[in-house]
């Protein structure tokens, strides 16, 4: 069985820093599969934020937080990391992570999901 747990959201004030991290289990091939995060504020549908090939090297991200966030993964320790600079209170939403072996900045299309990570920014 697929799990994926996030952790490392929070309270933060606007213009501070924070990390994600997803660790997963259960994944055939770990290094393989494309991970990628989603965010969901209030009131609002889920949007893609950014996903990562096998290699790291393949980053893709939503166009509202490039150059602002960093994708990257660890493939020994099956973890995906966020790095969110320079945050805003538009930022602020649940963080989900999730899996897929094939590249989509689609939420239908991945797989496997974890239950989500909140992060506030206050202004």
């Known amino acids: 069985q697929v799990h994926l747990v996030e952790s490392g959201g929070g309270l933060v004030k606007a213009g501070d820093s924070l990390t994600l991290s997803c660790v997963a289990s259960?994944?055939?091939?770990?290094?393989?599969?494309?991970l990628g995060w989603f965010r969901q504020a209030p009131g609002k549908k889920r949007e893609f934020v950014a996903t990562?090939?096998?290699?790291?090297?393949?980053?893709v991200y939503a166009d509202s937080v490039k150059g602002q966030f960093t994708i990257s993964r660890d493939n020994a320790k099956n973890t995906v990391y966020l790095q969110m600079n320079s945050l805003k209170p538009e930022d602020m939403g649940v963080y989900y992570c999730?899996?897929?072996?094939?590249?989509?900045?689609?939420?239908?299309?991945?797989?496997?999901w974890g239950q989500g990570t909140q992060v506030t920014v206050s202004s």
């Open positions: 259960g994944l055939p091939t770990f290094r393989t599969y494309w």
């Open positions: 999730a899996a897929d072996e094939k590249f989509s900045r689609v939420e239908t299309f991945y797989e496997h």
């Open positions: 990562i090939g096998w290699s790291g090297g393949s980053a």
